[in-house]
């Protein structure tokens, strides 16, 4: 999996995914920002409900569920620190449709954000991050 920044503002990034899929990402108005798009800690919060909700819709389809429409909202808290990881995650799911089985959600949900989502995995495991940085050389 491959995601591609570019540079195309005083802060902001346009991120190209390996599978075709793009999205702007902006800073704080105090580095330049100028709300072009999500922050990357915002990101990262629609990274962590955005997984766990497709999780949600593949298992309540499984169960053949009349999902008609699905929302999350999730608030992550931050300590006013350098660097400022998230310490606590809520998400709220609103599920509707026909007939809805309520057990089912609680259940396809639970599953979902305890044991299926991979962003939420990540988070709460060591992963390794290595890192390397080069100079372009100036264009002919």
Do not use: N
């Given at each position: 999996?491959?995601?591609?920044?570019?540079?195309?503002?005083?802060?902001?990034?346009e991120a190209t995914a390996g599978s075709g899929g793009k999205l702007v990402v902006d800073g704080a108005p105090e580095i330049g920002g100028e709300g072009r798009g999500m922050r990357p800690m915002e990101l990262l919060?629609?990274?962590?409900?955005?997984?766990?909700?497709?999780?949600?819709?593949?298992?309540?389809?499984?169960?053949?569920?009349?999902?008609?429409?699905?929302?999350?909202?999730?608030?992550?808290?931050?300590?006013?620190?350098?660097?400022?990881?998230?310490?606590?995650?809520?998400?709220?799911?609103?599920?509707?449709?026909?007939?809805?089985?309520?057990?089912?959600?609680?259940?396809?949900?639970?599953?979902?954000?305890?044991?299926?989502?991979?962003?939420?995995?990540?988070?709460?495991?060591?992963?390794?991050?290595?890192?390397?940085?080069?100079?372009?050389?100036?264009?002919?």
């Open positions: 999996m491959r995601v591609q920044l570019e540079l195309i503002g005083a802060a902001a990034f919060l629609a990274s962590v409900a955005s997984c766990s909700a497709m999780d949600v819709l593949h298992i309540l389809r499984k169960q053949k569920e009349r999902l008609e429409g699905l929302s999350v909202e999730i608030e992550g808290a931050r300590p006013d620190a350098v660097p400022a990881p998230f310490v606590r995650m809520k998400l709220v799911f609103v599920a509707w449709g026909e007939a809805l089985d309520d057990h089912k959600l609680q259940r396809a949900v639970q599953l979902a954000v305890e044991k299926y989502c991979s962003a939420s995995a990540t988070l709460a495991s060591g992963v390794a991050i290595t890192w390397e940085a080069r100079i372009r050389a100036p264009a002919p």
